[in-house]
């Protein structure tokens, strides 16, 4: 009697344990993460001559999503002066994939950042212009408001710090600290207008491009070589897997063509 | 020499000494024992690599900590950094008022607590990375209470913004509260500034100065940290100035050319904070700016943690738990209307709300917290009063996407439609009734100046009574709080409605739907049952018969003595 109850119960718990081990690994597998872009592990700026220009366009395949007017719940005036739409697939004419960033997975010298630059995320009518911003590392990127109505800004950093600060109605600018380490693209949103959201990627080498309306880039000065030419997009992904193949020749052109479809 | 020995040695011991009391503040490495203790006891929410996935975790919200990001709520450390081990043992050992983190002080002993606190630091690598103490927020300075400080909190917390989520007078009903998410994108409500029995991290005015400075990481809850803070850099008087300005609906030159020197400074005092934080160099001076602008940060914030204090009363109302009867008081005349001041003169009961979770559907994360009750009655008529708190005014304009029905805030009033004769005759099932039927008052944010009797006896069980009785109903919602007034005649020619008699005791209970929070059918927050009673009126005899029987006593002891004594007095 007594061996048949232990043996019972042993079988009880294994019956448990195999149960919690199925369930641990059912929920690794569901745990579907953003992709993120790839940086390399050092980069020198260094001055480029006659560098190369790699240029090209994103388009869409597959059946286009109709673009989801976004329901304004708040603040009306000023934020629904406009019709606002989900900018997480826009898809221009000829199929032109915007806000889609591309860029080099591997280099490991080139160009410097351009100090001068303006690196500016407007809060306009209760949406972020742009959608999908660069910002170098150590560089600082500034906050417009000039709703006169009260955001949020917050960034969901995971490697750095992240940050959520009121951006109350009278400060029309707010500069952020510049971050550490490269990292991204990261989620931006506005706590207090729900509907609000853009992409932060912070990065640690001046070779990035987001497409524009007709989902075109251009990178620039780029040294002569071998690269590996990388995309992402919110929406649609990334080519991580396999990113294309790219030789720059000194002072030439290259171009590349990116067709992505719905993940 | 040999006494520098010694002095020199004794030195060495107490540098040691401190140390080691340093050392002592600190989790320890962690260790078998600490991973022992939480899986034992916190992987069932936690998770066992600490991602907030434990099996309990689907049924709560908030939702456990995911330890893995290294965002924590509660802690006395400055925005963006790390919290204290104190901290974390401060969380462990006190538990977090208003979700389903217990204190563990009863549980686990100190050391083992310690040991928790070490093993969870191992899931973020961010803890092993940081060589720098994280920085603590300094409570030096702190204003003391006072009118004068919650005035100057209370523009403030308009001007900051505060009120987009927390509402006009801290109810968390602010325009913002329904589409909250945390950084998980789990839903999330803002705190109810009126609860401080409610507040994760105490309703102490230093705490919610430190949530207020810090932030709660992973909330939508901001920092409001220096450089963030409404125009830093200023004095008080020149941003009372600039916001004037900038209410203006067009400037003049001079104006404009006032307002930009406002902002010039501002923008300097903001490019010193940045380059502090970027770990730049900054001269003496720019220091001392530096330090004048976080003075009037920290001042103000202290005064709007009183004024945040002030929202809330001193301690939690009190449940009806104990003393559980609410207690109908008698008016000669008229009832007071639904606005009438008399209800204030008179202290609400309250009776807390627990999530239902007898039947399917159930409802694990209650929003409503209670109800406030009072009540009126005169020769014919009774009347009541019903507060509540409901962060959104839901009236049926979605619908629930399992069942299709319309989603609404409701209350109902539960009674036995036969009063129970005596103390240990049955009452019926406290979930609207069983083999022995009860009677209800349903309300419903839709309807608001009506009142629907039901007899039910199930709660899946309910139906509208075919005669529906003269009810009176009045309500509002303002500012994240719901008032009903229903006045009803004690006696009603219905035989399925309860008739009220003065002096007996009427079991009474509540359910509660909030619409915004999927509450539909079962899924409701309830009581179990309460008594009501119509206070007898005190009779006027009362203050004829006890001193007439009074005086009869002292006389009659009076006698007694005379007799006695001269009974004594023959006898010798």
């Known amino acids: 009697m007594k061996t048949y109850l232990l043996a019972s119960l042993t079988l009880l718990l294994a019956c448990c344990y195999v149960g919690i081990v199925g369930i641990t690994f059912a929920a690794d597998s569901d745990a579907g993460e953003m992709e993120m872009l790839i940086f390399p592990e050092n980069y020198k700026p260094m001055p480029v001559s006659n560098g190369g220009t790699i240029s090209g366009v994103v388009k869409f395949e597959g059946d286009k999503p109709e673009m989801k007017v976004l329901e304004i719940t708040k603040d009306p005036k000023v934020c629904g002066a406009t019709e606002k739409y989900d900018e997480s697939v826009v898809i221009g004419e000829d199929n032109a994939l915007k806000n889609t960033i591309v860029y080099l997975i591997d280099i490991t010298e080139g160009k410097d950042f351009d100090k001068e630059a303006k690196l500016e995320i407007d809060q306009k009518e209760c949406k972020f212009t742009p959608h999908v911003q660069i910002v170098p590392v150590g560089q600082r990127l500034t906050m417009l408001n000039n709703d006169r109505v009260n955001h949020n800004v917050h960034i969901f950093s995971i490697i750095n710090t992240p940050v959520n600060k009121q951006q109350t109605k009278t400060r029309k600018k707010m500069p952020l600290a510049g971050v550490k380490k490269a990292e991204g693209p990261v989620a931006v949103k506005c706590d207090i207008h729900g509907w609000m959201s853009a992409w932060i990627a912070y990065v640690p080498h001046p070779y990035f491009a987001v497409t524009n309306e007709k989902g075109e880039f251009t990178l620039e000065d780029v040294p002569a070589g071998k690269y590996k030419l990388g995309y992402w997009h919110e929406t649609c992904g990334t080519n991580n897997e396999s990113p294309a193949e790219v030789t720059v020749e000194a002072g030439g052109t290259v171009t590349q063509e990116f067709t992505l479809k719905l993940k | 020499m040999r006494i520098r020995t010694i002095a020199l ?29 939480y899986e034992n006891s916190c992987a069932h929410c936690h998770g066992v690599e600490g991602r907030g996935d434990g099996s309990a975790a689907e049924n709560l919200l908030p939702k456990p900590r995911d330890f893995t990001r290294g965002l924590y709520k509660i802690r006395s450390t400055e925005a963006g950094q790390l919290p204290t081990d104190q901290d974390l043992f401060d969380i462990i050992t006190e538990g977090m008022p208003g979700s389903s983190m217990p204190e563990w002080e009863t549980a686990l002993s100190t050391n083992d607590r310690w040991e928790v606190v070490a093993y969870i630091k191992t899931f973020y690598d961010g803890f092993k990375e940081n060589e720098n103490p994280p920085k603590q927020i300094t409570l030096e300075g702190k204003i003391s209470y006072s009118p004068e400080s919650v005035d100057i909190g209370k523009e403030l917390y308009v001007e900051l913004g505060c009120v987009e989520c927390h509402g006009n007078v801290g109810r968390g009903d602010g325009t913002s509260a329904p589409t909250l998410t945390d950084s998980w994108g789990f839903q999330t409500w803002p705190a109810n500034l009126t609860q401080g029995w409610t507040f994760r991290g105490g309703p102490d005015t230093e705490d919610i100065f430190k949530r207020f400075i810090g932030g709660i990481a992973g909330s939508p809850m901001p920092a409001f940290e220096g450089d963030s803070f409404l125009n830093f850099g200023l004095t008080s008087e020149e941003s009372k100035r600039l916001i004037e300005l900038e209410n203006k609906d067009e400037m003049t030159e001079a104006e404009e050319e006032e307002s930009g020197k406002f902002y010039e400074k ?19 001076a720019e220091i001392q700016t530096y330090n004048d602008a976080m003075k009037i940060v920290y001042e103000k914030s202290w ?14 109302p009190e449940p009806a738990i104990g003393n559980n009867v609410l207690r109908s ?3 000669q005349g008229e009832l007071p209307d639904f606005d009438d001041p008399t209800w204030e003169t008179f202290k609400a009961r309250y009776f807390p709300l627990v999530g239902q979770v007898v039947i399917e559907p159930r409802q694990f994360n209650p929003t409503i917290d209670g109800v406030h009750v009072k009540s009126f009655y005169n020769d014919t008529e009774v009347a009541f009063l019903f507060v509540w708190d409901d962060r959104t005014h839901t009236t049926a304009d979605e619908t629930d996407e399992t069942t299709g029905k319309p989603l609404e805030d409701a209350l109902a009033v539960q009674f036995p439609v036969k009063v129970p004769q005596g103390p240990t005759a049955p009452k019926p099932y406290f979930l609207w009734g069983g083999r022995l039927p009860v009677y209800l008052w349903h309300w419903k944010a839709s309807m608001p100046e009506q009142v629907t009797e039901l007899t039910a006896k199930g709660i899946n069980n309910a139906e509208a009574q075919e005669v529906q009785g003269e009810l009176e109903v009045k309500s509002d919602y303002t500012d994240g709080q719901y008032k009903l007034w229903v006045k009803r005649a004690l006696k009603t020619e219905d035989k399925k409605d309860l008739q009220l008699d003065t002096g007996v005791f009427v079991p009474i209970a509540f359910s509660a739907w909030d619409g915004s929070n999927g509450d539909v ?33 002292i006389g009659l002891l009076f006698g007694l003595r005379a007799f006695v004594q001269r009974r004594n007095t023959e006898e010798v």
């Open chain 2, 9 to 37: 040695l004794f030195l060495l011991f107490g540098i040691l000494a401190v140390f080691s009391l340093a050392y002592a503040q600190n989790a320890p490495e962690a260790s078998e024992r600490g991973k022992e203790v």
């Open chain 2, 266 to 284: 501002m923008d300097a005092a903001v490019d010193i904070a940045l380059t502090i934080k970027e770990g730049g160099e900054v001269s003496a």
């Open chain 2, 303 to 316: 005064h709007l943690a009183n004024y945040v204090k002030s929202l809330m009363p001193e301690k939690q």
């Open chain 2, 329 to 331: 008081q008698y008016v």
């Open chain 2, 521 to 553: 059918d079962t899924k409701l927050t309830m009581t179990s049952w309460y008594t009501f009673v119509l206070e007898p009126v005190p009779s006027s005899r009362r203050f004829i018969y006890p001193p007439l029987i009074a005086l009869l006593s």
